[in-house]
């Protein structure tokens, strides 16, 4: 079955230290992944993309096939990165943007 | 430029009644995906249309159904609606319905089941 996992409901961290939001794919396919976010209030939006390889506000994340995942990192966290993280991919098969439970990321100052 | 739309905002209905819930793509957007974020469950998809055809469906029973319109605006229905029908209900668009689009979300559709 084609799934998105996300183990954290909630991960709670110090302004300025390291965030890393796991996310494992059960794809036998090529996946195109993505991250949404959605912060207070606000409604959902893509963060970032795997094929551009790209850091946005400072987060980056890299597919690794060989254990599925797709986990996104950031060096030092913000309070404004305080928000709902969603790891997504597309299959292939079905154009289908299949999303994972979310993790709440929670800053403090 | 406008944002998706979707209307109403909130909507309660009643065990066994039928909830209709609309969204208006961002302009230029051919694509429309529906889905439903339970308490605790994320996002579930439901429905995808595209130039008006239903491309793909969730794993939702059939009273969970749709439309779209030929100016691309989409409609929900929820027949026999049930307790745990009660979700918020997220419409997105895309521009085309190629895969590595960004999909636009709107702001949902709060619908409570009582």
């Known amino acids: 079955a084609q799934r998105v996992t996300q183990p954290e409901k909630l991960l709670s961290v110090f302004k300025g230290a390291p965030v890393e939001l796991k996310c494992n794919y059960s794809y036998s396919g090529s996946p195109e992944l993505f991250w949404y976010v959605q912060y207070s209030r606000q409604r959902l939006q893509l963060l970032l993309r795997?094929?551009s390889r790209e850091s946005i506000k400072g987060f980056t994340a890299d597919l690794n096939k060989g254990e599925t995942s797709f986990h996104l990192k950031k060096p030092f966290a913000q309070e404004e990165d305080s928000a709902m993280y969603y790891c997504a991919f597309y299959n292939n098969a079905g154009n289908m943007l299949t999303f994972g439970g979310g993790t709440r990321l929670m800053v403090k100052p | 430029e406008a944002g998706v739309t979707q209307s109403p905002t909130h909507l309660i209905k009643t065990r066994g009644q039928q909830a209709t819930l609309r969204c208006s793509p961002i302009?230029?957007?051919?694509?429309v995906y529906w889905y439903q974020q339970a308490l605790g469950l994320g996002l579930q998809f439901l429905l995808w249309?595209?130039?008006?055809?239903?491309?793909n469906r969730g794993n939702f029973p059939p009273r969970f159904s749709g439309r779209q319109f030929p100016n691309y605006s989409s409609e929900l229905n929820v027949n026999a609606l049930e307790l745990e029908d009660s979700a918020l209900y997220l419409c997105a668009s895309s521009r085309t319905g190629q895969t590595n689009t960004e999909a636009f979300f709107g702001q949902g559709t709060r619908l409570t089941v009582v």
């Open positions: 795997h094929i």
């Open positions: 249309y595209d130039e008006g055809e239903e491309r």
């Open positions: 302009s230029g957007h051919t694509s």
